[in-house]
């Protein structure tokens, strides 16, 4: 069966998805909490200043030059399933698909989800992208 969107939407929540829902719908990971990006939300100049803010804030844990390749076995992905849980603002998404996963990202956040399909229609990148609570798969 299709996860229905619609359904997602208007499905009740208890109060700790709820919850969660509305935090991070309004403190999305745009990494602007320093300093506030003056350019257009989600567009490309937008995801290139958040997508830097957050490699750089990544440097400390990993390879400054790659910081998650290793980390998500992005090398092994090519041409396999791979569901990603709480997409964000789509940066995780856009590496794993760029390495070749056929990708089904989702999120419980509806500008997660817009955030990262912008990102996806920008780039010319395709993948299935779903409003969605996990834990209701």
């Given at each position: 069966?299709?996860?229905?969107?619609?359904?997602?939407?208007?499905?009740?929540?208890d109060?700790a998805?709820?919850g969660?829902?509305a935090w991070?719908?309004?403190?999305?990971?745009?990494?602007?909490?320093r300093?506030?990006?003056a350019?257009?939300?989600?567009?490309q100049?937008?995801?290139?200043?958040?997508d830097?803010?957050f490699?750089h804030?990544?440097?400390l844990f990993g390879d400054p030059a790659d910081?998650?390749?290793?980390?998500?076995?992005l090398?092994?992905?090519?041409?396999?399933?791979?569901?990603?849980?709480?997409c964000?603002?789509?940066l995780?998404?856009?590496m794993?698909?760029?390495?070749?996963?056929r990708?089904?990202a989702?999120?419980?956040?509806e500008?997660?989800?817009a955030a990262?399909r912008?990102r996806?229609?920008?780039?010319r990148?395709?993948?299935d992208?779903?409003l969605a609570?996990?834990?209701?798969l």
């Amino acid at each position: 069966m299709r996860y229905d969107e619609k359904r997602a939407r208007e499905a009740p929540d208890d109060s700790a998805q709820s919850g969660n829902r509305a935090w991070w719908t309004a403190h999305t990971m745009s990494y602007d909490w320093r300093a506030p990006l003056a350019v257009e939300r989600f567009s490309q100049d937008w995801f290139d200043e958040i997508d830097r803010r957050f490699l750089h804030a990544s440097r400390l844990f990993g390879d400054p030059a790659d910081p998650f390749g290793p980390l998500m076995g992005l090398a092994d992905l090519s041409g396999k399933r791979v569901l990603e849980i709480g997409c964000g603002m789509g940066l995780h998404a856009e590496m794993l698909t760029r390495a070749g996963a056929r990708l089904v990202a989702v999120d419980l956040s509806e500008t997660s989800i817009a955030a990262t399909r912008a990102r996806f229609s920008l780039k010319r990148l395709d993948a299935d992208i779903r409003l969605a609570d996990a834990e209701r798969l």
